[in-house]
């Protein structure tokens, strides 16, 4: 009975250091992060960031679309590269 405990003890706690291991970001979500503190704009959202790094926000303005998109763009030129991003306007239209 005191050997099971033990064993059941161990499980627990490799199953709980395992799944906070899961949730840690990958080196490129972490450096999509980054870029995005630097290339956001305040009429734009950050969506999602992939394990791979590729950034997915919404935007209202085209303008803003492009700007984002640049920046990102430029960014990934100086350092290492990541997916592109995903920019998802306006559903509908006028």
């Known amino acids: 009975m005191l050997l099971t405990t033990a064993v059941v003890r ?14 840690a970001n990958t080196p490129q979500q972490n450096l999509a992060y980054e870029r995005w503190a630097q290339c956001s704009r305040p009429t734009v959202t950050l ?16 303008v803003d679309r492009r700007d984002v998109v640049e920046c990102l763009t430029e960014a990934a030129r100086a350092g290492s ?7 998802v306007g306006p559903r509908g239209g006028p």
Do not use: H, K, M
Request: net charge negative; hydrophobic share 50%; aromatic share 14%.
């Open 81 to 87: 590269p990541l997916p592109p991003p995903v920019g």
């Open 10 to 23: 161990w499980f627990c706690v490799a199953l709980a250091v395992g799944a906070c291991a899961t949730f």
């Open 47 to 62: 969506e999602s960031v992939s394990v791979d790094g590729q950034i997915r926000f919404l935007y209202a303005n085209p």
